[in-house]
């Protein structure tokens, strides 16, 4: 149990597009998704925490109006990445929780997202 | 800010038991100890967690000294599937509380 899926596993745009990206819980429901990305060789980030029916809370430094959240039911959340540019290429990870105490995070396998 | 300090490398030989430390001398009572690896190009995968007791599962163990300040992880038999970036983190127990990832240790498992 607790499978996370995303998609697409990988995808390229030219700049200037827009990207969706969409993060499932297969097999419990997740009242809190999380987003990050990871540039090569780095850590990941977190960029913003979303639950069910409400706003994401965006970290600092994250465009909330570049990187758009929804998360319109407990197993379905997407991440758009509207107006790409080269410098958002990176890979993006999503996680799932179902917001219980001491509850653990499943993680997606990330979609590698390259802005030509 | 990640809370925890870890190498940033480490080899072990396969077969080998792989110990894998942490420090985490600012840990709150309410916080839990929790390990994650990211094998190249993938999510993160979940390994084990603890608060203050050792704990053991199908993948790993984890020793969490007395006073909790640190921590060891421990593959019993490390293969060559075991190589990847491990990530030591602290995290609140109450809700879904977001995980903050330090740079963790790169453990390779050499043949």
């Known amino acids: 149990g607790a499978v996370v899926s995303q998609h697409p596993s990988w995808v390229i745009c030219k700049s200037g597009t827009s990207v969706k990206i969409e993060c499932r819980s297969l097999d419990f429901q997740a009242t809190t998704m999380f987003w990050y990305r990871q540039f090569p060789k780095q850590s990941l980030m977190l960029m913003a925490t979303s639950n069910e029916g409400s706003k994401a809370t965006y970290e600092q430094g994250v465009e909330k109006d570049k990187f758009l959240i929804n998360h319109a039911s407990l197993t379905l959340s997407t991440l758009t990445v509207t107006s790409a540019h080269p410098e958002d290429s990176s890979f993006y990870i999503c996680s799932a929780s179902t917001g219980l105490a001491g509850n653990e995070q499943f993680f997606g396998p990330g979609t590698r997202l390259t802005v030509l | 800010d990640a809370k925890t300090t870890q190498p940033p490398s480490m080899d072990c030989a396969e077969g080998r038991a792989a110990n894998l430390p942490c420090n985490h001398s600012?840990?709150?009572?309410?916080?839990?100890v929790y390990w994650y690896r990211q094998i190249h190009s993938q999510g993160p995968q979940y390994i084990i967690h603890?608060?203050?007791n050792n704990e053991t599962n199908e993948m790993a163990s984890l020793i969490i000294t007395e006073d909790r300040k640190s921590s060891t992880l421990i593959l019993p038999h490390a293969t060559l599937r075991d190589t990847a970036v491990y990530y030591c983190?602290?995290?609140?127990?109450?809700?879904?509380?977001?995980?903050?990832f330090g740079q963790g240790t790169r453990l390779t498992i050499n043949p």
């Open positions: 983190i602290v995290r609140d127990i109450q809700g879904a509380q977001k995980l903050v």
């Open positions: 603890g608060l203050k």
């Open positions: 600012t840990i709150s009572g309410n916080e839990y």
